[in-house]
């Protein structure tokens, strides 16, 4: 079983900037994507960023330019630098791990609140 443990969320002013970081450890077989979601209160959990063991990233268009993911596969860590925020990035961000060949399972962490004031 793999566990994912968020931290780096808090409260932060319209412009500012936060990291995010993300470890999954356990489990049996590799970590293959990684990726950061979000939840804001009433809506659906959206993608924020993922980015494969290559290195490969993709971003929602929300946040192109501003957000940059990143990753150290031999801790199994996921980064999220998040600067210009703006009061819509206000949500839980939810770390996402997915394990490969055999078992292709997401695992999610328990979420970390990031609020922006205006």
């Known amino acids: 079983q793999v566990q994912v443990v968020e931290s780096g969320g808090g409260l932060v002013q319209a412009g500012g900037s936060l990291r995010l970081s993300c470890a999954a450890s356990g489990g049996d077989f590799s970590i293959n994507t990684m990726g950061w979601y979000r939840q804001a209160p009433g809506k659906q959990r959206d993608m924020v960023a993922t980015?494969?063991?290559?290195?490969?990233?993709n971003y929602a268009d929300s946040v192109k330019d501003r957000f940059f993911i990143s990753r150290d596969n031999t801790k199994n860590t996921v980064y999220l630098q998040m600067n210009s925020l703006k009061p819509e990035d206000t949500a839980v961000y939810y770390c996402n791990a997915r394990s490969g060949y055999p078992e292709f399972t997401n695992y999610w962490g328990q979420g970390t609140q990031v609020t922006v004031s205006s």
């Open positions: 980015i494969t063991r290559g290195h490969t990233t």
